[in-house]
T-cell receptor, first 117, second 113 residues
Framework: GAVVSQHPSRVICKSGTSVKIECRSLDFQATTMFWYRQFPKQSLMLMATSNEGSKATYEQGVEKDKFLINHASLTLSTLTVTSAHPEDSSFYIC?????????????FGSGTQLSVL | QQQVKQSPQSLIVQKGGISIINCAYENTAFDYFPWYQQFPGKGPALLIAIRPDVSEKKEGRFTISFNKSAKQFSLHIMDSQPGDSATYFCAASSDQAGTALIFGKGTTLSVSS
């Protein structure tokens, strides 16, 4: 089946630093990628939707300048958490949609656990 | 505003029993209802999905029942096994939303052996 690779799987950083998370579709072209945030034992909250070559659409309450999303190619989207603070510690998950298929063709990465000290 | 309500929050089932998880939605524009399974530290994986033109879909031990008039859908896991112990999320989306999934709060299932 289709694979979405998310890297790194775990990152620990100091407060004030920036962290970049990569999401790659390995065997299909992802016209749309989604970024979710998940707190322990909570649901996945949609942060933003990104389409290749255009600006990301952020959900209400998500700071655009803090969570920078770049979808420069059909196989790569990145989420950069800028000036990270302890409250940004969370599990971040990307998903990618295979543009050739229907909504079943939506695949999730394995997630990135971010811990900000 | 929670668009997809999921219950129960947690569930304990004996091996071989039936696990039932329920979801209700509010947005009548939703037309795609998947269930995802998530293990700790991993991303969710699609288990089974249904569209509102059918009332039931079965794949192996997993069945989705869909009630369009009540705006409810449920997941039934037959012959539950310890390996089914995970968190299950229902979700919904509509074409108008650009296929972004809206998730329920999740149900933690524990199957005792």
């Amino acid at each position: 089946g289709a694979v979405v690779s998310q890297h790194p799987s775990r990152v620990i950083c100091k407060s004030g630093t920036s962290v970049k998370i990569e999401c790659r579709s390995l065997d299909f072209q992802a016209t749309t990628m989604f970024w979710y945030r998940q707190f322990p034992k909570q649901s996945l909250m949609l942060m933003a939707t990104s389409n290749e070559g255009s600006k990301a659409t952020y959900e209400q309450g998500v700071e655009k300048d803090k969570f920078l999303i770049n979808h420069a190619s059909l196989t790569l989207s990145t989420l950069t958490v800028t000036s990270a603070h302890p409250e940004d510690s969370s599990f971040y998950i990307c998903s990618a949609r295979d543009g050739t298929g229907g909504r079943e063709k939506l695949f999730f990465g394995s997630g990135t656990q971010l811990s900000v000290l | 505003q929670q668009q997809v309500k999921q219950s129960p929050q947690s569930l304990i089932v004996q091996k071989g029993g039936i696990s039932i998880i329920n979801c209700a939605y509010e947005n009548t524009a939703f037309d795609y209802f998947p269930w995802y399974q998530q293990f700790p530290g991993k991303g969710p994986a699609l288990l089974i999905a249904i569209r509102p033109d059918v009332s039931e879909k079965k794949e192996g031990r997993f069945t989705i029942s869909f009630n369009k008039s009540a705006k409810q859908f449920s997941l039934h896991i037959m012959d539950s096994q310890p390996g089914d112990s995970a968190t299950y999320f229902c979700a919904a989306s509509s074409d108008q939303a650009g296929t972004a999934l809206i998730f329920g709060k999740g149900t933690t299932l524990s199957v005792s052996s």
